[in-house]
């Protein structure tokens, strides 16, 4: 009965001794995290409308479920991505071929 009782007090003990987890640090020492991500205007799916005309509920619901699908919590900013965020924006090269400009979602946790 004893030996059981001192293992236990030791593995409280050494419960007690672990640093805390990332996750239970208050919010305000946290750091708020930002992912930007670029999606292609035609990547079939038909939400190109809803992201690209400003802002707007239908553009709102449909950036939201990306952020959830990629782990974040909301989306933050969403539109079509400027001209310098994205490869290949180097004024002066030719494409091959014309593209649309890829649409940006910025998720939040």
């Known amino acids: 009965m004893r030996r059981s009782a001192a293992v236990l007090l030791a593995l409280a003990l050494a419960t007690a001794a672990l640093p805390a987890r990332a996750g ?9 995290v ?11 799916y038909g939400v190109g409308e809803c992201l690209s005309g400003g802002p ?12 959830e699908s990629q782990g974040f919590a909301s989306a933050s900013n969403y539109g079509v991505a400027a001209q310098d965020e994205y490869t290949g924006a180097i ?9 649309p400009r890829p649409l940006r979602i910025t998720c939040q946790d």
């Open 24 to 32: 239970s640090e208050p919010a305000a020492t946290r750091k708020p």
């Open 34 to 44: 930002e992912k930007t991500f670029l999606i292609p205007a035609e990547d079939g």
């Open 56 to 67: 707007s509920e239908c553009g709102q619901v449909v950036a939201n479920a990306w952020c």
């Open 91 to 99: 004024d002066g090269a030719a494409p091959l071929k014309s593209a």
